[in-house]
Structures are given as C-alpha cells and as structure tokens.
C-alpha cells in the first residue's frame, strides 16, 4: 500500500476548498482520506482541527456565497470570549445570522437566523461576527439571568472591556420586544465594569442578596509601600476583602507565592481578608462577612 501524499503545509493547519486542492493537484482519493473530515459540502478539515470552533467557522465561511452574514449568537459569544455554561460550551451547532433578503444556508450543525437590517459587525481573527454587545442580546433566550449577567460582566470588564456601556444599552435597545427582552432588561441592571470572572460576579450578587452592601468589584487598594493592588470584592469603609481563589491559585506555585506575599502585606494594612473558593459554604461567608464588619464598628440591625 503506498503511503499517503502529504497534504501542503497550509492544508494540514486549516480548512480548505476541494477546488483549491485540486488546483494543487490533490486527487479525490487523497481528499477522502481518513485524515480530513468534510465539515461543509465542498470543504476538507484536518481532522486534528475538527474540535476547534475557530476551524470550523473558517471552513463554514469558505462555503458561504455572499457577504450579507455574519456568525452570531452563541457561535459569536462564544468566539468573543463570553463565558457560557457548559452545556453550550460543548455545542458543535454553529449559528449564524443573515440580511438583505437572503437565506441562510442548509447546512448539517448549522442554525440559521434571518434578521431585516443589518446588525453592526466586526471581523477579528478575518471572521465576520455580529458586535459583542449584540450577541450577548442574542444568548437572553439560552441563559438563566445569572449567566447573562456573568457574560454581560465580560463585555464591561477585565482584562479588557469588549464593549462600552452605551453600545450594550444600544444593542439592547435594538433587540427590542424579541423573547428574552424582560431577562436582558433586568440583567442589565446588575451589571459591573470591575468584574474579572463569572464566580466572581456570582459571588457578588449572593453577598448583595444577602443584605451587605454592593462592594467594589477589583477596587484598587494603594498601600503604605506605596505600591498598589486590586482586591476581589473590596468593602472599603470597613477595610474588609473578600476574595476567590480560583484553581490556578492553587495549581500554580509561583501564584500560590504571590498571593501569600500580597495577603501578608494586605494584613499588615489593616486589611481583613475573607478568602473564598468554590467549595466554600455561602452561610459561613456571610457570617464571617458580619463578623469582619462588627469588627470594623458596624452594628447589626
């Protein structure tokens, strides 16, 4: 059996059209080899690419015709960087929404939207997709409130914001009276520009639920040395922190190292910390949380 021809360098690392790779004069044989997978009529993907979700919209798009598209709801959040539940983490379905009277494609794990105007767009990593701020309307009929806000979050927040203020009250706007419009109203309204993950965010709307005031989400905190840090949930009246380590905390020695140095130095400021995780109970943060501010002179009501 002779060995299988070598697929040109740029065919193994992405998609490509079956026109395209007979021009660089690969047979059908060689196209139907167990090494590719056939994502779109018309299409080859490296088999090794098949999970990755940047691969297979690169492969849908040399299959689209026109230009008056663009991939969006959970396709596009997930693209943008939106932290989504993993139910739809896992989702192979690409979505996509079309305009100008076109209709959008026939296509095996593809969820085609029609909309009459078209939605603003933008193109990062050569991939058309509609704003962030936009997809996340669109995710208002698949989330929970908690999620949307967890994925609002993103937009305003760390480590960089994908969206200003203005352009999700826009987008909201544009979303109008569509199913979700209650849910992404209310959600809006919980928003934080300070939030830097979804368990922080989470933790922030129980702690506020549960009657303590709103706190600052990655407030900056200046001390003596002279240097500055950020704190999870800063409580700055009462010099009380809450903060949640998440797994890389513990994973990594070298940031295990850092944040005993950076608690250490918050102590010796008069900082009291409150250090949460994700096996914390919620009931014991809320006492502690009492207590820390009694501390610092709050009365119970």
């Known amino acids: 059996m002779s060995p299988r021809r070598p697929l040109p360098l740029d065919f193994s690392l992405a998609p490509f059209t079956t026109h395209d790779a007979r021009a660089r004069g690969l047979t059908v044989k060689r196209l139907r080899g167990s090494d590719l997978v056939i994502p779109v009529r018309g299409v080859r993907l490296p088999r090794a690419e098949e999970t990755s979700l940047m691969a297979r919209c690169h492969a849908l798009q040399l299959h689209m015709t026109h230009g008056e598209w663009a991939f969006s709801h959970v396709t596009a959040a997930a693209l943008w960087g939106l932290p989504l539940p993993r139910r739809l983490e896992s989702s192979k379905t690409l979505h996509l929404t079309v305009w100008g009277g076109k209709y959008p494609p026939r296509v ?107 706190p600052e989400s990655n407030g900056v905190i200046t001390l003596r040395s002279g240097r500055s840090t950020r704190g999870d949930l800063v409580f700055r009246h009462w010099k009380v922190l809450l903060e949640y380590d998440g797994d890389h905390h513990r994973e990594d020695d070298g940031q295990w190292a850092k944040d005993v140095d950076r608690l250490n130095e918050l102590a010796g400021n008069g900082w009291l910390v409150i250090r949460v995780n994700r096996h914390s109970d919620f009931e014991v943060i809320v006492r502690q949380l009492s207590d820390a501010r009694e501390l610092r002179g709050w009365t119970r009501p």
Do not use: M
Not at 122 to 146: F, G, I, M, N, Y
Not at 151 to 171: M, Q, S, T
Not at 194 to 211: D, M, N, Q
């Open 108 to 214: 095996w794990n593809v969820v085609g939207h029609r909309t009459v105007e078209a939605p603003p767009t933008r193109q990062p990593r050569a991939l058309p997709l509609v704003a962030a701020s936009d997809a996340w309307c669109q995710l208002s009929t698949v989330l929970s409130e908690l999620e949307l806000i967890q994925a609002g979050d993103r937009l305003l927040g760390r480590p960089a914001p994908l969206a200003a203020v203005d352009e999700i009250d826009e987008a909201i706007e544009r979303y109008g009276k569509r199913r979700g419009c209650r849910g992404l109203r209310a959600a809006r309204e919980h928003l934080d520009v300070g939030s830097e993950s979804p368990k922080e965010t989470e933790l922030r709307l129980r702690v506020i639920e549960a009657g303590f005031p709103e």
